[in-house]
């Protein structure tokens, strides 16, 4: 089965925070806002399958390659890019 790039209607910049997961261990899960659920009305499709692919660029050379890339291939889509930040302790 071939999969398919979810395209956003608009420019989408959200905040959002991740949450301890205690099966796992970690700071596993990340809680899509309602921004994003509402750019992405497949995400409420229950019976639907969604997968996602995360690609960490450690430079900025590294990433300008791969935007150089994408540009040369004519990509139909472009990466969301998230940043993560470890909160101060309150």
């Known amino acids: 089965m071939e999969k398919k790039t979810l395209m956003p209607r608009s420019v989408i910049d959200s905040k ?45 050379e590294e990433f300008e390659k791969l935007i150089k890339k994408l540009k040369k291939e004519k990509a139909e889509f472009l990466p969301v890019l998230m940043w993560m930040f470890k909160e101060k302790e309150e």
């Open 16 to 60: 959002g925070s991740m949450y301890y997961d205690d099966k796992s261990r970690a700071w596993g899960i990340i809680r899509l806002r309602s921004e994003l659920l509402n750019e992405f009305p497949q995400l409420k499709e229950r019976t639907s399958k969604f997968s996602y692919q995360i690609e960490y660029y450690r430079t900025l």
